[in-house]
């Protein structure tokens, strides 16, 4: 069982910056990718970046070249650095962790004003 909990999820003006964190708990099993996605109000949820335990990347294209997405492996953290943020980027954003199943955070709100 892997628990996941983000954090620093807040409103923002439109162009501002939010980085968020995931603090995953010690596993017996290697955690292999890590990732964002994110659900906007009556929207499905939908894949922000993810990154492999080596480092290799993967981002929405709505988010490319805004976002960067990091992992620490020693710390079990992955974070989410969000840049130029926008109104449309306003949604609850969740962990995600591959070790043998797919765990998920509880979600963290960002908020982006005009």
């Known amino acids: 069982q892997v628990q996941l909990v983000e954090s620093g999820g807040g409103l923002v003006q439109a162009g501002g910056s939010l980085r968020l964190s995931c603090a995953a708990s010690?596993?017996?099993?290697?955690?292999?990718?890590m990732g964002w996605y994110r659900q906007a109000p009556g929207k499905q949820r939908e894949l922000v970046a993810t990154i492999t335990r080596t480092g290799s990347t993967n981002y929405a294209d709505s988010v490319k070249g805004r976002f960067t997405i990091s992992r620490d492996n020693a710390k079990n953290m992955v974070y989410l650095q969000m840049n130029s943020l926008k109104p449309e980027d306003t949604a609850v954003y969740y962990c995600?962790?591959?070790?043998?199943?797919?765990?998920w955070g509880q979600g963290t709100q960002v908020t982006v004003s005009s």
């Open positions: 010690r596993n017996r099993f290697s955690i292999n990718a």
């Open positions: 995600q962790a591959s070790a043998v199943h797919v765990y």
